[in-house]
């Protein structure tokens, strides 16, 4: 069945008809009026001569603009605003969406994410259990040859920029009864930085597992352990990072960190000990739903927020130790003349997930 407005012609004929009634009776009230008006002007007291209208037609007077004002409003506003909403009743689904296409801007197409998985179909949702595979072999390493095995790759030759008053020689790693030694000190006269230090990584790549290292960390404000994660910059793709930082001015906290496509959480946790004081295991277990930090095998935090899903990238474990003079208020200030400071390594180990002990 066919509906009508009232903003259509045969809505507003009807309307006007039922309005008839009370015109007439309104007009014949006003005719009476300006006669008696008229007739009251030619006495010469005017004023006098004025005659009150009838109760009954004062009150269709009033009736009378009453309805006027209400014809006015519906043959104005209200034909406009009817004509509105009637139109909007009759605009197909698909039309409608492109009459507002502008209002609201479409997605960007996703740039491609190197390793990242793919977008799932719509109509093809993956099982729940789908997921990244683990990638790594386990591995346990106490650092008693005299030289470093084929397994780890030393930075030489170069830094990480401004904020870093050191860059990386291969120099300033060293074998010892304790194990690994990474050395920061002053850099030698004529070096393109003021200091100069040692960072150390795993040659394979581990997607999610359980990473630990016992270590005996440098004291002194404005150095910085770092035992962390790393999958760098690849072209679009950002970075993904998990850390463990332990600054020099502070060795009884520890800064469990999270970098993930330029996301990042940050959580200081106090530790159960001074890490300087001796050797520690301290370690992170890396998984699809939670990223969990560990000291000597206790559970300290656990992060289990949106950051963590986008952690998929394989990703190198790195040491490294540096000083930075320009980040003193994060690290505090870095006076350069009380090295060396060393950070030493017993041994460092990784297994798919976390054991439920400690390792080294």
């Known amino acids: 069945m066919e509906e009508k407005s009232e903003s259509s012609p045969g809505g507003r004929q009807r309307m006007l008809a039922g309005y008839k009634p009370t015109i007439g009776m309104g007009w014949a009230a006003v005719k009476r009026g300006l006669i008696s008006h008229v007739q009251a002007w030619k006495t010469p007291d005017w004023f006098a001569g004025i005659k009150p209208l009838p109760r009954d037609m004062t009150s269709l007077l009033v009736a009378l603009a009453i ?35 502008h209002l609201v801007p479409k997605p960007e197409t996703p740039q ?8 799932p ?24 040859d005299k030289s470093l095995s084929d397994h780890w790759f030393i930075s030489d030759g170069w830094d990480n920029g401004e904020h870093m008053d050191n860059d990386w020689q291969k120099s300033q790693l060293s074998l010892g009864p304790n194990g690994l030694a990474l050395t920061l000190e002053k850099a030698p006269d004529g070096h393109t930085k003021p200091m100069v230090s040692a960072e150390v990584r ?16 440098p004291k002194g404000a404005g150095v910085v352990t770092g035992i962390f994660t790393y999958a760098h910059l690849d072209g679009d793709v950002r970075s993904n990072e998990i850390d463990i930082e332990i600054l020099g001015k502070d060795t009884r906290t520890l800064e469990a960190t999270i970098h ?7 959580k200081r946790v106090r530790l159960p000990f001074d890490s300087a004081d001796g050797f520690h295991s301290l370690g992170f277990d890396w998984q699809p ?19 963590v899903a986008g952690l998929v990238r394989p990703q190198q474990l790195i040491f490294d130790l540096w000083g930075s003079t320009q980040l003193k208020d994060w690290v505090g200030p870095f006076d350069q003349t009380k090295g060396p400071w060393k950070l030493e390594i017993a041994c460092v180990a990784y297994e798919p997930a976390y054991p439920g002990r400690v390792i080294c």
């Open 67 to 101: 309805v006027i004002s209400l014809m006015l409003a519906s043959l104005v506003y209200g034909e406009h605003y009817l004509d509105r909403l009637w139109r909007g009743r009759l605009i197909a689904s698909d039309e409608l969406d492109q009459r507002t296409a």
């Open 202 to 217: 795993t040659l394979p790549f581990y997607r999610y597992g359980y990473f630990e290292a016992r270590v005996k960390v």
């Open 121 to 144: 179909n719509a109509d093809q949702l993956p099982p729940p259990q789908l997921r990244l595979s683990q990638m790594g072999e386990p591995f346990i390493e106490r650092f008693r």
């Open 289 to 307: 739903d939670a990223v969990r930090w560990y000291a000597d095998g206790q559970l300290i935090f656990e992060e289990t927020g949106p950051v």
């Open 260 to 266: 993930q496509n330029g996301k990042s959480s940050l």
């Open 112 to 119: 491609s994410q190197g390793l990242l998985p793919a977008a």
